[in-house]
DNA sequence: TGACCGACGCAAATCGATTTGCAAGCCGGG
DNA sequence: CCCGGCTTGCAAATCGATTTGCGTCGGTCA
């Protein structure tokens, strides 16, 4: 039951006073050789670990971030998250990770507990909370990023090239003639979709074809979700012959639907989707899908941050733009 | 620039000390209902959120878990970080993850700084450590889980029937007279490969078969590491008829190796996973594999903790053995 | 030699909440 | 009327590190 070593107890055994300890192990102010050696040396014997509580209370600095993300098992994330540690580790700073349905009430929740806890920067792949509840919630003094939303214009943001990437995807369909493309988002006003779908209409628009309401179907952003919906697509009197999907879970659910339908993809159905998640190119037929980079996405919010933490950067919100790009593979 | 709202700055609002305050919000004693309606306008009028870091400070706890993976990009820790989120969310904990590539200076230096941080429990998927390791840097006043691992009677304990998961898979091919059956581990002493392994050895030996050196391969537990060990094998003279694998990952890549090689599955060669990852009823052909419930198992890890956490329980190591089970797609 | 400066050490204040110990006020029972 | 007990409030100690302010000591330069 041995209590945690203090820096009291380093500064007796080494018979010098707490403030030269701190010193000694900090380097902020000088310290005599001698006093260092015997600092780092009872240090050492007594096996002191700083207690971070306790620095934390008095530095204001946790050494941490908030990630907030809607999913953490949908797997972009995890990839988002890895992008984000590799960039802000080696200065030092690790990562708390919240996943949250996408429910408002659980990301406001989570946002105000990481609050609480002082967290020296909070990043933002919300789906439900608007801006009001970000600047309500988060207090100016904590930088805060904010991804793959449109909603904000008041803080750092970094967003993948999301209508350019449903335009060349949607543009690919085009050349080969294929003209009757329907487009599967998410819920709306939630999540990447919207912003997706712009692109998608944009391409449609400029070969002079306006999409109607039954063009664009709504699912939400997971395998089950764009199997119904695609499937209950296919049931119609005229489906499509082409579906460029919000995301690939959907694109991965819209498969299974075709398989379940007995439509050949692609020659009876093309699809399209959107991330290249790891299983994309391990599905059957690989996906062909939009490059979206949550390696990237990651570590550019990670480098945001570390400019207003570490560089000290106080200037205006800046947008970091990831590029996209499709990679063609066997369903379109 | 307004500065966070202090509980001195609620006690001269409500015109009472902060140790009414303190009393009030947290009903630890009990306060005049004047003072209490008064203390809770003013921390409403001020918008008070307790500082945490104070607070932890004081009593020493912080309300969080760490839990330490080889690798969050893996699809199988997302599971088990959900479940474990599920677990312990409702009594109020968050969880720090840890993401070490299997290193042992990484998972070390992880381990640490948690304690540093005074983490109230840890969670150690851990790959490279030794017992020696976990008792050093762990103090004995931090409840800790250890799951997935062959190294501990000392800690807490929740792993999946390895050995009767590969068993099970291994008498699946025997029963259909297969009997070249080769085994693909992942690097010797490092993750669950050995546990599967023995599952293995024992279902051959009790059909009267002896494994030799060659019929045992070690990959790492990636795709890619997968993909090459068993396209290796493949070149092989005499090639397996069948493969049993530490982890789907590894499956999916012998997958893609058989591919590579023009052999078909599971005509030529049947392969059967381990894990049961979203991807491999995903996957052409869908994955046979064994069910190892990430979820579960990371929701027992949690019940273990709060049961020291919460309940006071005190007593010797437990240790939680989650079932698994054989799930025939169409691989093997 | 005296003035000045840098190096170095320590006491004490600080971060913000929780909790202990003491005391005042109030009640009912004997 | 007094005492014990309960409620309620506050001052002060506490958690453990960091940092400010002050003072001492030695050395340098004029």
Chains 1, 2 share one sequence.
Do not use: W
């Amino acid at each position: 039951m041995s209590k945690p070593v203090t820096i009291s107890d380093v500064a007796a055994r080494a018979g010098v006073s707490p403030t030269t300890v701190s010193h000694a192990l900090s380097g902020r102010r000088s310290v005599s050789p001698s006093a260092l050696a015997r600092v780092k040396q009872a240090a050492d014997d007594l096996g002191y670990r700083p207690n971070q509580v306790a620095s934390s209370l008095r530095t204001q600095r946790t050494h941490t971030v908030a990630l907030i993300v809607p999913d953490i098992a949908n797997p972009y994330y995890p990839a988002v998250a890895r992008g984000l540690h590799d960039a802000i580790a080696a200065d030092g700073y690790y990562t708390t990770i919240g996943s949250t349905d996408g429910e408002r009430e659980t990301e406001l929740g989570f946002l105000d507990e990481m609050v609480r806890r002082s967290v020296d920067g909070i990043i933002v792949f919300a789906f439900a909370m608007g801006e009001e509840d970000l600047t309500r919630v988060v207090p100016a003094r904590i930088p805060l990023v904010v991804a793959t939303h449109n909603l904000t214009n008041a803080h750092d943001q970094v967003n993948s090239d999301d209508p350019a990437g449903t335009e060349t995807a949607t543009r690919h369909l085009l050349a080969q003639g294929i003209t009757e493309i329907a487009f599967v988002s998410g819920p709306k006003g939630r999540g990447p979709g919207d912003r997706r779908l712009t692109g998608y209409t944009q391409a449609m628009h400029s070969a002079g074809i306006v999409p109607t309401a039954s063009d664009i179907i709504r699912s939400d952003y997971t395998v089950a979700g764009g199997r119904q919906a695609v499937g209950e697509l296919l049931s119609r009197p005229r489906p499509p012959r082409a579906l460029v999907c919000a995301n690939d879970l959907i694109a991965i659910g819209a498969l299974e639907a075709a398989r379940d339908a007995g439509v050949a993809v692609p020659a009876d159905l093309a699809v399209i989707g959107f991330d290249d998640v790891d299983a994309a190119s391990l599905v059957a037929p690989p996906l062909t899908t939009v490059v979206n980079p949550a390696y990237e996405m990651g570590r550019q919010c990670g480098r945001l941050l570390l400019d207003r933490l570490i560089e000290g950067y106080d200037g205006p919100p800046r947008s970091v733009v990831v590029p996209t790009h499709l990679i063609i593979r066997a369903t379109a």
